[in-house]
């Protein structure tokens, strides 16, 4: 396996095989991988929030789901992978406190995040085929050229290959 | 307001010496609910980028309890309690009238978190009623909410708290030591200002 390379919070990792992509510690944020099988080129992105229209300057367009997804598709598609041929895993979009009877927007960011980066796929064409969202737990995921395989780990409930 | 740009160092001050106050009271709430002293550090305010908060507290995979508790009203905000999942345990069972070790995980897990809960509720509430003291404003606080995670999946929920409004977060980081035990337990406060809020806070203060 080729030494890990870490995706912190809003960024944006793409490689040609052979890599290992790491994001430890997912809350309410997505990891999202897309790539293509055949270029075998990868990226994976650290997404935070849904959209990046309430802010004024975006200076990281990996921590918005509508800014992530295209620039992911254009960076692999710079590595030579194909469009049509480009598939999508993702994890994440815990969440992580609930209070009785708050329905909060800033607790349902999870959510938020999951339906805005499908959104953002679906428009874009690429096909998810894989996922492991929602819920309570933080996660901790990795995904591997080598394999196509990505593995997500959860504090308590063990290991997942998706 | 990027606060990354527009924080001074008289902001800065302001901030910590409401903490420290506030963390104050905390400290004393803790010891008259444990019976032991309970020491803290001073506060230290900082602005740390967004992306850096899980790195600023620790490994992102270990282990942490936080007790999640939200003020909204004049002035909204969340406020975390944070501590090393080992330790809460041993915090936990400080409080719990019986002996918890022979009991089925599930059971020992709601009793101590139940009882975290109510400790963390109680910390944080004290920090809230001294901020209330300063500012004259009203702070109800909601039901507190535990969670048991990895302390990066925590942080990355804290980090997209203050990411909505910009690209730095206000970090005040204050711990609590409960002495007379046979190691340190300690735990973290952090508050996380809803957007605007701080601003409110700082020109009630009257250094805005």
Redesign the interface.
């Known amino acids: 396996m080729t030494q890990p390379v870490h995706v912190?919070?809003?960024?944006m990792v793409v490689s040609r095989h052979p890599a290992t992509l790491i994001t430890?510690?997912?809350?309410?944020?997505i990891g999202l991988v897309i790539f293509d099988q055949i270029s075998r080129t990868a990226g994976m992105v650290h997404i935070?929030?849904p959209d990046s229209r309430?802010?004024k300057n975006n200076?990281?367009p990996g921590?918005f789901a509508d800014t992530a997804v295209p620039l992911l598709l254009d960076e692999l598609q710079r590595l030579g992978a194909n469009k049509s041929q480009l598939r999508a895993k993702m994890a994440g979009g815990?969440q992580?406190?609930?209070?009785?009877?708050?329905d909060?927007a800033?607790f349902s960011?999870?959510n938020r995040n999951v339906e805005a980066t499908l959104k953002h796929l679906s428009a874009e064409g690429v096909k998810l085929v894989a996922s492991d969202t929602g819920g309570?737990?933080?996660?901790?995921v990795e995904f591997s050229t080598e394999t196509m395989k990505f593995i997500v780990k959860t504090?308590?409930s063990g290991i997942k290959e998706l | 307001m990027d606060h990354a740009s527009e924080f001074t160092s008289i902001h800065m001050d302001a901030i910590r010496e409401v903490s420290n106050i506030g963390t104050g009271n905390a400290a004393t709430a803790l010891s008259k609910l444990l019976g032991r002293m309970v020491d803290m550090d001073v506060p230290v305010a900082e602005l740390v980028p967004?992306?850096e908060?899980?790195a600023h507290y620790g490994l992102?995979?270990t282990?942490v309890c936080?007790v999640?508790v939200?003020t909204e009203g004049e002035f909204s905000c969340?406020l975390i309690f944070m501590i090393d999942e080992e330790n809460a345990d041993v915090l936990a069972d400080l409080v719990i009238p019986m002996d918890v070790s022979g009991m089925d995980e599930e059971t020992k897990l709601q009793i101590r978190n139940s009882a975290l809960s109510e400790q963390g509720n109680i910390i944080i509430g004290a920090f809230l009623n001294a901020l209330s003291q300063i500012t004259g404003w009203v702070m109800p606080n909601?039901?507190?909410?535990?969670?048991?995670?990895?302390?990066?999946?925590?942080?990355?929920?804290v980090?997209?708290?203050f990411?909505?409004i910009?690209?730095s977060a206000m970090l005040v980081k204050t711990s609590l030591h409960v002495k007379d035990l046979d190691y340190e337990l300690g735990g973290t406060v952090i508050m996380i200002p809803?957007p605007g809020a701080l601003e409110a806070l700082l020109s009630k203060l009257g250094v805005l």
């Open positions: 912190g919070m809003a960024e430890l510690g997912l809350g309410s944020c935070m929030l309430d802010v200076p990281k921590k815990a992580m406190f609930s209070i009785p009877g708050k909060s800033i960011v999870g309570s737990k933080g996660r901790s504090l308590g | 967004i992306y908060v899980a992102p995979e282990p936080a999640l939200r969340s909601t039901t507190p909410a535990v969670a048991r995670d990895m302390l990066g999946s925590i942080m990355d929920l980090a997209s708290m990411g909505v910009g690209d809803d």
